[in-house]
């Protein structure tokens, strides 16, 4: 079906951290108009495509998004108003010519996406679909399983002040029937974390950037111990019920010679060695960023250590980035991708990279950042191309959004939660 772009319009809006980011509203000449807001990393990747910010020091930091609004409003808009387009691949290769650099850096990626999503919005409007059913084509398959979520349970690195080196402990419900079980145990799960939060550390809830708990752990073994414990004080079974994923994030403490782990200072093979120990000792069925994005001559090995049982999942490592990704398949670095839509720009290229990972066996966690906004569109992307989703805690509007929209798809289309890789 062709769409023909009458207007697109952008403003500023605030995300979860209080931060400007991009909505950009799409108008096709049938009438129909759909808006969507791009999110903002904070533990990026070297690779991502360029966030452009206004870098007015005297306006919020200088992380203002004015100029990328104009670019949407004036240059984007000029460019693309009045034309029609076949379908979505059209709209975001125009947006690339148009913006003509590798990274994106001249009109924003911020502004790219928002406008990409809200062309996908608007078309998916047009046609009367659903945006999962949308986005499902735009990768020639259609939904029919809702994903497993793996949902922040405690957080260190950047999202909590770096006091503890590791970023993410996630709980993946694995026996979990259903969304709404899922979320129930999730809940368990949650509160017995914050008891044991109080009663270990007496600290009342501090929540880091996508609402995980962050008490001062001492070390990085406490992180996942604590999490056991309190999937166990939740009266569920670790390993059985309930199982951990972490995100290392380890480029963050890769000081370009050795992983500074906690109090240990350690070389690739050891890092790779504590890891895998991890896997052994703990009921983790998912290592992100276990190698730092660039250390492309240890991650073979640890997608060879940790075998088919747990997922070697690529995140700063591969940026959503088709390059990146076959480099990785090539070289049998990774069974897994994190996707992430605005590490590379637009709708069309994530398509192709999902596809890349998919082709190759791959299983894809499609993520939120940890600068969110009330859009809900992830949810939808999540039931198209994922096997698994990662937007956070339960406790911030901006990550129950996307949870509410997964509740209400599934009550709408009962499909069935994904299991997981190795899950009975
Ligand atoms: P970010 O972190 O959104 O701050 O980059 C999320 C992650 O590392 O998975
Ligand atoms: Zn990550």
Redesign the pocket.
Known sequence: MTNTVLALDAMEILDSRGRPTVRATCTLAGGISASASA???????SA?ALELRDGDATRYGGLGCRTAVSHVRRDIHDALAGRTFAGQAEVDAALCALDGTHNKSRLGANAILAVSLAFARAAAQAERRPLYAYFAGLIGRSAHTLPRPTINLFSG???AGVRASM??ILIVPAAARSMDEALAVTYGVYQAAAALVLRKYEMRLLRA??GGLAPPFTTPEAILSDAVEAIDAAGYTPGRDVMLAI?V?SSHFFDGARYQLGAASLNSAEMIERLVRWSESYPIVSI??GLHEDDWSAWPELRRRLGDRVLTLG??FLCTNPVRIVRAIETGACNAL?L?VNQIGTISEAAQACMLARDAGWRVTV?????ETEDDWLADLAVAWGDQI?VGSITQSDRLAKYNRLLAIEQEMHLPLMRWPNAA
């Open positions: 999110p903002s990393g904070a533990s990026t990747g991502e690195g950047k999202h970023q993410d950037d996508e995100d994030a992100e960023d995140d700063d994190l992430k993520s939120a950042r940890s600068g990662k």
